[in-house]
């Protein structure tokens, strides 16, 4: 019975790695340290970046964005 607890989550961490999309302007923004919308487009026309999807950037709330632009007092 164990054993069949284990195949089945090593079946669904493989799956999950395939939902994940590889075009996200979110994923993107967290990847290269949570640079802006206009960098990345930049990035994107340049060419060192492939043509993301900026649908998701902006509608979620970036919350490690907004604990690093508060200050400490």
Known sequence: MVCTNLTFM???LGTK?????????NLWHIRLGYISR??????VKD???P???F????VC???DCI????TKH
């Open 17 to 25: 790695r395939g939902l994940i999309n590889e075009n996200s302007s």
């Open 10 to 12: 090593v079946s669904s």
């Open 38 to 43: 206009e960098r990345l487009e930049r990035l």
């Open 51 to 53: 043509n993301i999807d």
């Open 55 to 58: 649908t998701n950037l902006g």
């Open 61 to 63: 709330v970036c919350v």
């Open 47 to 49: 060419g060192i970046l």
């Open 67 to 70: 604990k690093g632009k508060q």
